[in-house]
């Protein structure tokens, strides 16, 4: 028997059947291929500081390339139990409620991992990133979205009420929220305290863009909710707040009884994260503006590229975090959402990403998203044949 008549006879159930490549892959190649501006997949055009680089060189240079502890080096835990103290007055225990992770989708994966059996349900709010739904169906568990309500992306509280059960084991939130560009508020992180209090229930919140909220509003993260916090998994990305999506490193912090439950599986996954760009980043966020800043620096870039194309005939939706700009084009097209994306790539040379395929029903409000960590000379080049359409 020969090779391809072997693996021919064999019999392989996927765990997603349904899964193909995902739309941020699909879009950037797309980009590549028609040589188009790519405001889709969420990565900054310009270089991180040189500082970091430098740091990073230095460890790489004086023995730091063998494998970091397990939980992330104690100099980096530290810096994070620093960093959650300064936005949120919260403690965390760099010792056991703190650990440096391989990015922010594997430390979601992790979560689901850990604590999601068959037949658990997990609830989830779309337009949702793309990562969770996967991993809960990779493990038995049971997808239970909610659609935020558009226009404004809001949570009714009383809907999730409603979809809540003994099967309910976890609750995902994101905020600031990719793809929508929106926040969640006091009120939101309070409703949802009060709705898991009491209850066998754990939070993930994703927070990879908490150090991107706007307009003074400062970001709600469950750590200020002592309560909330007792029952959640924070995660979040270094490669959003340093501009090195490459490095692939980010953190969770959670109680130390859900991180000890977290930890057994994480040791199994990937065990250890890069050593000598640990080290980088716990040097170079000891200043503080690298960080606090960052909400400055985003919000002008969201700025300029409202107003480059406030004369086009995209309506701009309300932007209050991450980096992103959702554009409704229902008064140039009544295309599907997913076909005109990608006759904008080929035709026009602009990639984005159609905001359907963030919902299990195919949702389409005519909705495309924008990334706008973007140098301004390719903000003004796709700003162009914004205003063009």
């Given at each position: 028997?020969?090779?391809?008549?072997?693996?021919?006879?064999?019999?392989?159930?996927?765990?997603?059947?349904?899964?193909?490549?995902?739309?941020?892959?699909?879009?950037?190649?797309?980009?590549?291929?028609?040589?188009?501006?790519?405001?889709?997949?969420?990565?900054?055009?310009?270089?991180?500081?040189?500082?970091?680089?430098?740091?990073?060189?230095?460890?790489?240079?004086?023995?730091?390339?063998?494998?970091?502890?397990?939980?992330?080096?104690?100099?980096?835990?530290?810096?994070?139990?620093?960093?959650?103290?300064?936005?949120?007055?919260?403690?965390?225990?760099?010792?056991?409620?703190?650990?440096?992770?391989?990015?922010?989708?594997?430390?979601?994966?992790?979560?689901?991992?850990?604590?999601?059996?068959?037949?658990?349900?997990?609830?989830?709010?779309?337009?949702?990133?793309?990562?969770?739904?996967?991993?809960?169906?990779?493990?038995?568990?049971?997808?239970?979205?909610?659609?935020?309500?558009?226009?404004?992306?809001?949570?009714?509280?009383n809907f999730v009420k409603s979809k809540m059960n003994s099967k309910t084991k976890m609750i995902i939130i994101n905020s600031p929220q990719n793809p929508s560009g929106t926040t969640l508020n006091a009120i939101d992180l309070k409703e949802l305290e009060n709705l898991v209090k009491g209850k066998n229930i754990i939070v993930v919140s994703d927070e990879v863009y908490e150090h991107m909220a706007f307009d003074n509003k400062p970001h709600q993260s469950v750590a200020l909710f002592e309560g909330l916090r007792a029952q959640s998994i924070i995660v979040s990305s270094f490669g959003k707040t340093v501009h090195t999506t490459g490095w692939k490193i980010g953190y969770v912090a959670a109680p130390k009884e859900l991180m000890a439950e977290w930890r057994k599986v994480?040791?199994?996954?990937?065990?250890?994260?890069?050593?000598?760009?640990?080290?980088?980043?716990?040097?170079?966020?000891?200043?503080?503006?690298?960080?606090?800043?960052?909400?400055?620096?985003?919000?002008?870039?969201?700025?300029?590229?409202?107003?480059?194309?406030?004369?086009?005939?995209?309506?701009?939706?309300?932007?209050?975090?991450?980096?992103?700009?959702?554009?409704?084009?229902?008064?140039?097209?009544?295309?599907?959402?997913?076909?005109?994306?990608?006759?904008?790539?080929?035709?026009?040379?602009?990639?984005?990403?159609?905001?359907?395929?963030?919902?299990?029903?195919?949702?389409?409000?005519?909705?495309?998203?924008?990334?706008?960590?973007?140098?301004?000379?390719?903000?003004?080049?796709?700003?162009?044949?914004?205003?063009?359409?």
């Amino acid at each position: 028997m020969n090779k391809n008549s072997y693996f021919a006879v064999m019999q392989i159930q996927s765990k997603l059947p349904n899964v193909g490549t995902t739309i941020f892959t699909v879009m950037s190649g797309l980009a590549r291929e028609h040589n188009a501006i790519n405001l889709s997949q969420g990565f900054p055009d310009f270089y991180p500081d040189q500082k970091l680089l430098d740091l990073a060189t230095k460890y790489m240079n004086t023995g730091f390339n063998q494998y970091a502890p397990m939980q992330g080096v104690i100099q980096l835990r530290e810096r994070i139990a620093e960093i959650l103290q300064t936005c949120y007055k919260a403690n965390y225990d760099p010792d056991t409620e703190i650990t440096v992770t391989a990015g922010a989708t594997y430390a979601i994966y992790t979560c689901i991992a850990a604590f999601i059996n068959k037949g658990d349900e997990v609830i989830i709010f779309e337009p949702a990133y793309d990562c969770y739904s996967p991993a809960i169906e990779v493990h038995g568990g049971v997808t239970v979205p909610i659609e935020l309500k558009y226009p404004g992306f809001s949570i009714d509280w009383n809907f999730v009420k409603s979809k809540m059960n003994s099967k309910t084991k976890m609750i995902i939130i994101n905020s600031p929220q990719n793809p929508s560009g929106t926040t969640l508020n006091a009120i939101d992180l309070k409703e949802l305290e009060n709705l898991v209090k009491g209850k066998n229930i754990i939070v993930v919140s994703d927070e990879v863009y908490e150090h991107m909220a706007f307009d003074n509003k400062p970001h709600q993260s469950v750590a200020l909710f002592e309560g909330l916090r007792a029952q959640s998994i924070i995660v979040s990305s270094f490669g959003k707040t340093v501009h090195t999506t490459g490095w692939k490193i980010g953190y969770v912090a959670a109680p130390k009884e859900l991180m000890a439950e977290w930890r057994k599986v994480h040791q199994f996954l990937v065990f250890t994260v890069n050593h000598p760009f640990q080290m980088a980043l716990a040097d170079y966020l000891a200043d503080k503006k690298n960080y606090l800043e960052l909400k400055n620096f985003y919000q002008q870039k969201r700025d300029y590229f409202q107003k480059l194309i406030s004369g086009s005939r995209f309506t701009i939706e309300p932007c209050t975090g991450t980096y992103f700009q959702l554009l409704n084009y229902e008064k140039i097209s009544d295309e599907k959402d997913t076909d005109f994306a990608i006759r904008l790539t080929k035709e026009k040379k602009l990639a984005s990403i159609p905001l359907s395929v963030f919902y299990t029903s195919k949702k389409d409000d005519k909705l495309l998203r924008f990334c706008f960590a973007k140098k301004e000379e390719t903000l003004e080049q796709a700003a162009e044949i914004i205003n063009s359409l």
